[in-house]
């Protein structure tokens, strides 16, 4: 099947190959038939134009004869294509006949021009004419006859005309590929001084070949970037690539290698590529030295790991070749490295095979031979050496690698580094058992055995002598010595964590010893003990079923601790039952485990838990509850900071089924679990248990776990908000009792007085409505001191906090207004004239006070403090222009008035001032105040009540006010 | 430039008729011919132009002094009348012993045509008077002059002075043909102005310039075929498709003029409409080919019997029709040409000396009158088909320049399918599309119609094409 599919890829793939040239080929068919037919098209043209102007136009001729001769081109092709497709024996019978069409236009060309030249002997432009002589005669081969064609039509036309250029550059050619560069070199340097046409970048190739060939290396390199930088516009042909290939030669032959460098690194081309070549080239000629330090820098550029290897082949070579250990060492190691990765060709596989093999043999030779005894250190090295090349080899030839380890082993063998051969030997053995080698195999064993008999190492003999046990045990597994060996094999395999052999060997010994029970308890027991501490599971409950079904026959005592195991796999089924969804069943086995006297207290533990989360999960708050409060009692604090988060949900479910008490202790029984440790969440514990001890009025529970939170670490930035939180639960259940000793206890941090002075307006209007006027008065001049210390640190009064001083200081503007209106205007003149400025002092100050009320951002303060101060002016306005004096004359009653109203005048002023101001602040600053209305409605009689009794804001359907 | 003749017309006339051949016949009793222009004078205020000429001629050719101020007066009267052509023929050494404005002119007309331009302008250096019949045309030519001579400044400052004079004359002229030649002088010279910075290669500021020659124009048709020129060179090649396309509406069936295909032919072939380019060479080769041929035969066949052309245009104005295409459109394109009209208009008024010579009594005078009659009105003849003769030869040069222009943009064509098939590149959008209005490119003069077949007066010159380029 497999072959097939290949087959039938290949076809695939070779029918899309063809189908590509097939399709190119097309397509080159079609221009070429197209081409023809303008080209038709072209000639009937000029030979009308040729007629219209009365055939007296030798450039139409010339026209004529350039169209001819491009069409006899194009045929040719055509015929050529035809040519090479027919059977070989037919087309060299009728040679000539597949060419006839061609040669009928390459004649009528020919003719045209001499009719031409004959017809017209003045013609400026007989170049052209005797250029196509000269291509006609290049088609048939004709070189000389061309040669001299050419030269003619470069002596006939202008020296800077396109004719004379193309004529040039057919001549240079010409010269080029008869190795007569010097002549190619003069004409194309003529002919190239002006870029006429695409091919200036082709033809100065040329040149620049020319120049090298000439020894003017400098000109050559210059002429090649030129030809370079141009091949980059589309404008010319891409010559770029043959540049970039021969250009290193040129650089090299220059002596300008850095320039070489530096041009292929500005050009973003594989240096290293370059340099490759260069190296290679270097060494045709013979140049080893300086191909080495090439190749070597070309390491340093390698864009890829092929041209990795490929340089590192050619260097390989050159460090053979020199003697060049180190080198070839590290080259070798590098190539090995590369064929690991599967990056060699199989060419470059077997050089690196040559060279690896012939440098392990040469230098074990040398080992052998003893020529380096003298040199402890060279021979270290040299013996090193042997070594990776062995080991390069092994890598390369893994069919025949026993052989490498062997021999790697026999050369430590040979200077007495039997620590160093031991492993070898045990390596060889083994590769000769997987590639069937008896004879390496057998060879290694007693090379093996040789070297183990000398003074190797103890680990060394540690490590190897399993092997050595293991050959034995095959040959005699029940003799007289074999339980010893059982034994000491099992313990150098658990020693080496080697289970599965020693399982094994567990199992081979039972086998051939069931007697020794003591023994086979002992090794089980190791066995059973190693898969615990591993946790597999797995392989104790296997080992356990075969203690349980009594295939082993231990002591009860350990047949005890194999069940107590037993259990805790139990444990694990339960676990799966509730990831499976079979709630029920997993609480049946936690209760088991739970209640098991052979539980021990971890398990117990994680029972009572998971209990406690199938209850939650059940919504059986309850036993969750009952569970959960286990839970807590059994687990430490620290193991506890794992189940945290559950524990957040259970207080939360009980809480949302309204189980306040419950989900509240619980809480702090958490708390005071983790109160010393570091938890994330001893502060959610802390607030849960006190708000909902709060909600549920458990006032003495509340302070009882605030006293006991600073124990705990928590700072005042949690404890103090939880005895605000106290006071105002306390002033919201009219507990005054211990309302102010939680003050006092606030009090001594003054970053709490804003929020003091709220919860203390409520402690002063209670004490008020109690008949304590004084105390109230008291608790008032704190709040104020609250006041003052705040805005004076720059802290936030919460705007209740505002609107409470605020009203404390209102209701002393109100008693100076009602004192303002208690003082009365008489006669005579003087009292009149006193009391008047008496009234105006007092509206100065009432002034002064209402608008430091209003400063303070109360929004109830500023209005109210504005009606206060409106009335009091309005009220001594409306006095002013009242007052008549009694049994004065009628003029100086009018001139009395007179005066007063200019009086009166100011003060209305300023009453509608305020009043506006007051609105403004109103609507600009968003107040709800009860006094709103008194300022915004006009008609007096009707004042709608917006406000209920407890001062909430009523509002219209739309929700505004 | 084009060929323009001039005719002045007659001032006012003092004396009577019958007075003026008697003092005529004492002068020529006398016999001595300097006093020829006394003659002359007396035989143009009689209306006997063309009896008149010979004895000017005389004079000249016989004088190497001659009297100015009387020749002058002459002169300006006789070519007025005659137009510029009679004393063309003179050579320039006989008609520079005149220093006459209108002879001036004559002369710098010569020099001119001879492209001694800086000659031309020395001609008319001396000052002619803004109210002298002939100064329109000599600030025409001046403007001319210095516009051939790529003098743009000094040429825009003659053009407009020569529109500025012209439309004063036009105000105070009431003879119709006058009119209409002092309008022409005029629309020239209003597009002096735009072929000034033609040559220059102003062809934006061109493009505007030429707007301001009125459709209404006499000499509109031929002035529309340069506009399209400048399109062209704006390469706002769809302009120029449309400006030539209004050569196609029956109004202008008379236009012969074969480079209008061949401009149409290079604007395809710059879209890279090449089809259409090819179609417009082919289809001119299959319109023309023949009747060219015929049409080459026909006026060698003429050779340079003058009289032969003469009655070609006049039998062709008379309603006879020649079935060669090219002869017969170029034969209505010259009748409808100002200078042979005003040529053929003259020698018409000739006639009418041998009517008022008949009623002369015999004698020597009638007799030399008779013999100056013939000769002159033979050589007005002559002038006539042989300005008709050149304008064939012209349309015949101009068909095989089309032909071999036609023949070069489609090697040019096919040089460009050349290179692509050589290079296997496309110089061609393959995607693009024809006949869009958003390829329109329009300036603040122009408006958009779009056409239907249908030729309009308002729409003529303003037709504009809409196809993509299919250039890359």
Known sequence: MKRNTFLSFCLGLLLANSIIVQSAHADVEQRRVELIKVLDEELREVTRLNKQVGAQRPDLM????????????LLKDQENQKYLEAPADKREKNKDEYFKESRRYFDQAQKT??????????????????????????????????????????????????????????????????????????????????????????????????????????????????????????????????????????????GRGNEAIAFYKKNGKSISEVMLKVGKYLKTQGKFSAAEKTLSEALQYKSSEKEEVDINIELISLYEKFGRDQKHLETSRALTSQFSKGNLTPEQTEILKFNVEKMAGLIQQQLVAKTYENAAKTREEKAAAANEYFMMGAVINPALSQSSYFHAGETYFAIGQFDKAVPLYAEAIKRSQTNKDKKTEEQASNALMVSLGKNVSKKTSEDYLIPAYEGFLAVDPKGEKSSVVYQRLFSTQMGKKNISEAEKILLKYKASFPGEKETQEKMLAQVMDYHKDTGNKVALGEWAKRVETNEFKVSPEYAAKVKTLVLGMQFEKVEQASVKGDKRGALKGYLQIYKSPETDNEAKKTAAYNIAVLFYETGDWKQMYGWADRTVTMMGAVEFNKFEKDFILFTTDLFQRRQFAESAALSEKIFDKICTTNSKNIKTFFKNANVIYLADKQFDKSLNILGKAPKCGLGNDVVLPGYLDHLNELAAASKWGSFSEVIKKLEASKEMWPQLIYPSSLLANELENLGRAEDAQKVRNKMLTYYEAAKKSKMDVPL?????????????????????????????????????????????????????????????????????????????????????????????????????????????????????????????????????????VKNDAIIPEYFNDNGNVLMDKAGSK | ??????????????????????????????????????????????????????????????????????????????????????????????????????????????????????????????????????????????????????????????????????????????????????????????????????????????????????????????????????????????????????????????????????????????????????????????????????????????????????????????????????????????GRDPAYLELYNSFNDGREEIERLKSLPNDALKGALNDNLRESLGLQRNLIGSYIRGQLQLNAAQVVRSFEDMSYIKLEVLSKKKTELYDDVSLRDPNAKRGDVAHLQRSDKQYFWTFNGEFWADELGDYVFSLKSECK
């Open chain 1, 62 to 73: 010339l026209r004529m004869a350039q169209v001819l001769l491009e069409k006899a081109r």
């Open chain 1, 113 to 254: 021009v001499l009719v031409l030249l004959k017809k017209f002997k003045k013609f400026d432009e007989k170049g052209d004419a005797y250029y196509i002589l000269a291509y006609n005669a290049k088609e048939l081969k004709q070189e000389e006859q061309s040669k001299k064609f050419f030269q003619k039509a470069l002596d006939e036309s202008k020296p800077s005309s396109v004719i004379a250029d193309k004529s040039r550059i057919a001549l240079a050619e010409l010269y080029f590929n008869k190795g007569s560069f010097d002549k190619s070199m003069a004409l194309y340097e003529a002919a190239l001084k002006n870029k006429r046409d695409k091919w200036w970048t082709k033809d100065s190739f040329n040149l620049a070949w020319s120049y090298f060939k000439m020894g003017k290396y400098d000109k050559a390199i210059d002429t090649m970037n030129e030809s370079y930088e141009l091949s980059k516009k589309p404008e010319y042909i891409d010559m770029s690539k043959s540049i970039e290939r021969d250009l290193a030669f040129f650089y090299t032959e220059a």
């Open chain 1, 800 to 936: 209740e906090g505002l609107d409470a001083i605020s009203l404390i200081r209102l209701a002393g503007l109100e008693v100076q207004v009602k004192n303002l209106k208690a003082v009365k205007l008489s006669f005579p003149e003087a009292e009149y004239n006193k009391n008047l400025k008496m009234k105006f002092q007092m509206l100065d100050k009432i002034t002064t006070e209402a608008i430091s009320i209003a400063e303070l951002g109360s929004g109830i303060g500023i209005v109210r403090a504005y009606r206060l101060l409106v009335e009091g002016h309005e009220s001594l306005q409306s006095e002013v222009l009242a007052f008549s004096p009694e049994g004065k004359s009628a003029e100086y009653v009018a001139s009395f008035h007179k005066g007063m109203q200019k009086l009166a005048a100011p003060l209305e002023k300023q009453s509608q001032d305020f009043r506006h101001t007051a609105i403004k602040k109103i609507e600009k600053e968003n107040i709800l105040s009860s006094d709103n209305g008194w300022f915004l």
């Open chain 2, 1 to 334: 430039m084009k060929n323009s003749c001039l005719i002045l017309f007659l001032l006012t006339f003092g004396m009577s008729a019958q007075a003026s051949i008697q003092a005529a016949r004492k002068i020529y009793q006398v016999g001595d011919k300097t006093h020829y222009p006394q003659m002359a004078a007396e035989l143009v205020q009689d209306k006997m132009y063309f009896s008149a000429i010979p004895f000017v001629k005389e004079y000249m050719a016989s004088n190497t002094r001659v009297n100015d101020a009387v020749l002058d007066k002459v002169l300006d009267e006789l070519i007025t009348q005659v137009g510029v052509k009679q004393f063309e023929v003179l050579p320039a050494n006989i008609l520079e012993r005149s220093n006459a404005p209108t002879i001036r002119y004559i002369l710098a007309r010569k020099a001119f045509r001879l492209g001694k331009y800086d000659q031309a302008l020395k001609y008319l250096d001396k000052k002619i008077e803004d109210w002298h019949p002939v100064k329109p045309f000599a600030l025409l030519l001046e403007g001319s002059a210095y516009a051939v001579s790529k003098r743009e400044d000094k040429a825009a400052v003659f053009f407009k002075e020569c529109i500025d004079v012209a439309d004063s004359q036009i105000k105070k002229e009431s003879n119709k043909d006058r009119i209409r030649q002092l309008q022409i002088t005029r629309d020239y010279c209003v597009v002096g102005i735009p072929r000034a910075q033609f040559a220059l290669q102003k062809y934006t500021e061109a493009y505007s310039t030429y707007l301001d020659l009125p459709k209404s124009s006499y000499i509109w048709p031929e002035i529309l075929f340069e506009e399209a020129w400048n399109s062209f060179y704006l390469k706002d090649y769809n302009r120029t498709l449309g400006k030539l396309v209004t050569y196609k509406a029956p109004v202008f069936n008379y236009t012969f003029n074969p480079e209008i295909e061949v401009l149409k032919a290079l604007s395809y072939m710059e879209m890279c409409l090449w089809k259409d380019s090819n179609k417009t060479v082919d289809d001119f080769y299959a319109n023309y080919e023949n009747d060219n041929i015929g049409f080459k035969k026909f006026i060698d066949s003429l050779g340079k019997d003058y009289r032969q052309y003469y009655l070609l245009v006049k039998d062709r104005a008379e309603g006879k029709y020649r079935e060669n295409k090219i002869l017969s459109t170029a034969l209505a394109q010259i």
